[in-house]
């Protein structure tokens, strides 16, 4: 059985202010430094055999407070980025209501494609998925810990289970480190074991 661990970043003032970050570098700051801190020992004793991060700092710096207590290597992953928001990076969503009206509509209601130079979830989905697919065939049998962004994160698992997207709009938000846990094995292939996982506190 492999085990793919598929964890969100600390908390980030982009976060805290509802401004959209997409593949923007914003950093943690103290909140999501001391959330990384509390989930790490929990992450820790599942005993991972490889850690793999986004390049963007806020997912490389939450895997790193892993990495510390697991004495493992954190190997950095550019495809495992947030959604690219296109025109959308960097403004507060109020701004980007006014801004944007049509699109944002459509964003809210769930148009995978709405346009504004956003890239659209069936390519997301394939490119965290690819991702995460290619971890898990190098550590068969093995427990892999991803850090990533919330967005990635549903769709790269929504990819590795074949949901449609209004199965996957069903699905709640991942918090601030906290996880989705996806397993394998030649049976029943991916499944779903756990989601929004975390520290509680």
Same mark, same amino acid.
């Not at 959604?83 to 801004?99: K, M, N, P, S």
């Not at 709405?114 to 965290?128: S, V």
């Given at each position: 059985m492999?085990?793919?661990?598929?964890?969100?970043?600390?908390?980030?003032?982009w976060? @805290?202010?509802s401004?959209?970050?997409g593949?923007?570098?914003? &950093? +943690?700051?103290? !909140? %999501?430094?001391e959330?990384?801190? =509390?989930?790490?020992?929990?992450?820790?004793?599942?005993?991972?055999?490889?850690?793999?991060?986004?390049d963007l700092?806020?997912?490389?710096?939450?895997a790193?407070?892993?990495?510390?207590?697991?004495?493992l290597?954190?190997?950095?992953?550019?495809?495992l980025?947030?959604?690219?928001?296109?025109?959308?990076?960097?403004?507060?969503?109020?701004?980007?209501?006014?801004?944007?009206?049509?699109e944002?509509?459509?964003?809210? @209601?769930g148009d995978?494609d709405?346009?504004?130079?956003?890239? &659209? +979830?069936?390519? !997301? %989905?394939?490119?965290?998925g690819? =991702?995460?697919?290619?971890?898990?065939?190098?550590?068969?049998?093995?427990?892999?810990?991803?850090?990533?962004?919330?967005g990635?994160?549903?769709?790269?698992?929504?990819?590795?289970?074949?949901?449609?997207?209004?199965?996957?709009?069903t699905?709640?938000?991942?918090?601030n480190c906290?996880?989705t846990?996806?397993?394998?094995?030649?049976?029943r292939?991916?499944h779903?074991?756990?989601?929004?996982?975390g520290?509680?506190?």
């Open positions: 492999t085990r793919l661990i598929i964890w969100r970043h600390g908390n980030t003032d976060n @805290a202010a401004r959209v970050q593949q923007s570098d914003a &950093p +943690l700051n103290d !909140l %999501g430094r959330q990384a801190r =509390a989930a790490a020992p929990l992450l820790a004793a599942m005993r991972p055999d490889a850690i793999v991060a986004s700092s806020r997912a490389a710096d939450t790193a407070a892993l990495a510390a207590l697991a004495g290597p954190v190997r950095s992953d550019a495809r980025r947030e959604r690219h928001f296109g025109r959308w990076q960097g403004l507060l969503l109020t701004e980007i209501a006014e801004r944007f009206p049509d944002y509509a459509r964003w809210r @209601a995978p709405p346009g504004a130079g956003i890239e &659209p +979830l069936d390519e !997301l %989905g394939k490119r965290i690819t =991702a995460l697919q290619e971890v898990a065939d190098e550590v068969p049998g093995g427990t892999i810990v991803i850090a990533t962004h919330g990635a994160a549903r769709q790269g698992c929504g990819h590795l289970l074949g949901w449609e997207h209004a199965v996957l709009r699905i709640g938000s991942l918090s906290h996880w846990e996806l397993r394998h094995d030649a049976e292939g991916w779903l074991r756990a989601h929004n996982v520290p509680t506190g």
